[in-house]
């Protein structure tokens, strides 16, 4: 298992709350999707088997498969080009990804297809979801008549992200750019909801994150589409009133509701069959996703 890395020879940038991100020079970074597992913003202390290997094989799939939509941030360079030290090569080997140096947007792009998590409370509160009026009387992952697009801000570590509505993001990125976004999101969502049902899937909703480079085209950066960034539930168990189970971390944060924590620094250690669990629900996902 791999919670934290210490890679000789490049200079660490940020550690996230999954990803180790190092420079390589000024227009390559590489990559490291370890296997910590946040939970409401804080990141626990036991790392999830293979998680890392999963988001990164997940990430590349959807990466290949949607190429001709939108160019994405990883570059042509082997990874053994850069990590030279063998060691360290094998340790990462499976979940590093060497990518373009580009700027990344301050809105994550988030397309809900279901009604549920903050996009349900809400509902419930407002009868909208970050500005967009909906029919009266849905109910708790309820299928919506089309996808809607609900970004929110890109916090800092330890902060929560905000919903924004649409407006917001054209201040934030000025209007042609925030259409591009907007409209990408969507069409992502859409072929990759419908490739996903075929295999027994429903992505309920997702977050989309994009970057520009120096001449502002549009990449798709960060992760795309897997159990964190996604909500993945299992079609045969779909029933609209309820939380449906799910392929993703829900079912972390479903043990996390249930036991006494403030919800706040340091995280409580996972007991091993939630753990064992967590890593069986990424990699069913994985499997039926890409097979």
């Given at each position: 298992?791999?919670?934290?890395?210490?890679?000789?020879?490049?200079?660490?940038?940020?550690?996230?709350?999954?990803?180790?991100?190092?420079?390589?020079?000024?227009?390559?970074?590489?990559?490291?999707?370890?296997?910590?597992?946040?939970?409401?913003?804080?990141?626990?202390?036991?790392?999830?088997?293979?998680?890392?290997?999963?988001?990164?094989?997940?990430?590349?799939?959807?990466?290949?498969?949607?190429?001709?939509?939108?160019?994405?941030?990883?570059?042509?360079?082997?990874?053994?080009?850069?990590?030279?030290?063998?060691?360290?090569?094998?340790?990462?080997?499976?979940?590093?990804?060497?990518?373009?140096?580009?700027?990344?947007?301050?809105?994550?792009?988030?397309?809900?297809?279901?009604?549920?998590?903050?996009?349900?409370?809400?509902?419930?509160?407002?009868?909208?979801?970050?500005?967009?009026?909906?029919?009266?009387?849905?109910?708790?992952?309820?299928?919506?008549?089309?996808?809607?697009?609900?970004?929110?801000?890109?916090?800092?570590?330890?902060?929560?992200?905000?919903?924004?509505?649409?407006?917001?993001?054209?201040?934030?990125?000025?209007?042609?750019?925030?259409?591009?976004?907007?409209?990408?999101?969507?069409?992502?969502?859409?072929?990759?909801?419908?490739?996903?049902?075929?295999?027994?899937?429903?992505?309920?909703?997702?977050?989309?994150?994009?970057?520009?480079?120096?001449?502002?085209?549009l990449y798709l950066i960060d992760e795309v589409l897997?159990?964190?960034?996604?909500?993945?539930?299992?079609?045969?168990?779909?029933?609209?009133?309820?939380s449906p189970p799910s392929f993703d971390k829900q079912?972390?944060?479903?043990?996390?509701?249930?036991?006494?924590?403030?919800?706040?620094?340091?995280?409580?250690?996972?007991?091993?069959?939630?753990?064992?669990?967590?890593?069986?629900?990424?990699?069913?996902?994985?499997?039926?996703?890409?097979?």
């Open positions: 298992m791999l919670y934290q890395t210490e890679l000789k020879g490049l200079d660490l940038l940020q550690r996230g709350k999954v990803r180790d991100i190092y420079a390589i020079d000024d227009e390559y970074l590489l990559i490291v999707t370890t296997d910590r597992l946040s939970a409401f913003d804080v990141v626990l202390p036991d790392p999830i088997p293979g998680k890392g290997a999963v988001l990164t094989a997940t990430s590349n799939f959807w990466f290949d498969r949607m190429s001709s939509l939108i160019p994405n941030h990883l570059a042509e360079i082997p990874l053994e080009q850069v990590i030279t030290d063998s060691a360290e090569y094998e340790q990462i080997k499976d979940q590093a990804i060497v990518v373009k140096r580009l700027k990344p947007l301050a809105v994550e792009a988030i397309v809900r297809g279901y009604l549920i998590g903050s996009g349900w409370k809400d509902y419930q509160q407002s009868g909208s979801v970050c500005g967009i009026q909906l029919a009266d009387g849905l109910r708790m992952a309820d299928r919506l008549p089309e996808p809607i697009y609900t970004p929110s801000t890109k916090a800092e570590a330890g902060e929560h992200d905000q919903n924004i509505d649409y407006a917001y993001t054209c201040e934030l990125l000025g209007e042609d750019l925030a259409q591009q976004v907007k409209t990408i999101s969507l069409k992502l969502y859409t072929d990759a909801a419908s490739y996903a049902l075929e295999r027994g899937i429903i992505i309920a909703d997702t977050k989309f994150e994009f970057g520009i480079d120096q001449n502002d085209r897997t159990p964190d960034s996604s909500r993945f539930w299992p079609a045969d168990q779909y029933q609209p009133g309820s079912f972390v944060r479903d043990y996390l509701e249930s036991i006494d924590w403030n919800k706040q620094p340091p995280g409580p250690k996972l007991p091993q069959e939630i753990i064992d669990k967590t890593a069986e629900k990424y990699r069913e996902a994985l499997t039926r996703l890409v097979g």
